[in-house]
């Protein structure tokens, strides 16, 4: 499976940057955002690196399918009944900052009802 050393989520799937981890199995790691914008804000990151939207191809359709089933299975978990909000950051244009493809997950208090 690919990685990064020099990319930042690849070294925290790898142990060497510590994360506050609440799920993982052998397609990926699920850890607490750093700055949270809500109660509940995690970050979903597949082990593999894949840097965004832009370069996935047809061989991760079914890890992003699998990242897709398991969101409501973590929010769920999370305690996070009344639904939540997951969000893909792509490219600077879009607000990505780091470059390790993932789907932020947030939920509770703090977070909006607006779309954005
Ligand atoms: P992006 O803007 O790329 O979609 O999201 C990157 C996210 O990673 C941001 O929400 C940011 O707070 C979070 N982040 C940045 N550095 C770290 C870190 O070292 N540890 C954790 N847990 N989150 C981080
Ligand atoms: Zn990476």
């Known amino acids: 499976m690919s990685s990064d050393p020099d990319c930042l989520f690849c070294k925290i799937i790898a142990g060497e940057i510590p994360s506050d981890q ?58 996070l009944d009344n639904g939540f909000r997951s969000v893909i950051n792509t490219g600077p244009g879009g607000g990505q900052e780091v470059f390790h493809l993932h789907i932020h997950l947030l939920g509770g208090t703090g977070l909006g009802s607006a779309f954005l």
């Open 22 to 79: 609440v799920y993982s199995d052998e397609q990926v790691v699920v850890f607490k955002d750093l700055h949270p914008k809500a109660a509940v804000h995690l970050l979903i990151v597949p082990r593999e690196h894949i840097k965004s939207l832009n370069e996935l191809e047809e061989q991760h359709d079914g890890l992003m399918a699998y990242m897709m089933r398991l969101l409501p299975k973590i929010a769920k978990d999370q305690g």
